[in-house]
């Protein structure tokens, strides 16, 4: 089993930047991804990127060009670099991992909010 805490969200103006971690505990062997989600009010639960063990990296198109994910070699922290957010930005960011043989996202994080501002 896996455990997943997020921290780092808050309140940040358009433009700034914010770094999420995403502290893992537990089967932490058992882990091949770990990603990021975020859903805003309203709206689907969005996925954001994702990291693997075998250290593939992979950036959701919309925010290909603003956020950088990147992680520990053990698998026990990831992160979530953002950088000129923007207020569509705004959501509850979720860590997940999936072990080796699932077919989806197994654990997840409680989220961490992250609000911009005009």
């Known amino acids: 089993q896996v455990t997943l805490v997020e921290s780092g969200g808050g309140f940040v103006q358009a433009g700034g930047s914010l770094r999420l971690s995403c502290a893992a505990s537990?089967?932490?062997?058992?882990?091949?991804?770990m990603a990021w989600y975020r859903q805003a009010p309203g709206k689907e639960r969005e996925w954001v990127g994702l990291t693997t063990r075998d250290d593939r990296t992979d950036v959701a198109d919309i925010v290909k060009d603003r956020f950088t994910i990147s992680r520990e070699k053990g698998m026990n922290m990831m992160y979530l670099q953002m950088n000129s957010l923007k207020p569509e930005d705004t959501a509850v960011y979720y860590c997940?991992?999936?072990?080796?043989?699932?077919?989806?996202?197994?654990?997840w994080g409680q989220g961490t909010q992250v609000t911009v501002s005009t």
């Open positions: 537990g089967r932490l062997f058992s882990i091949y991804s």
């Open positions: 997940a991992t999936m072990t080796f043989g699932a077919s989806g996202y197994d654990a």
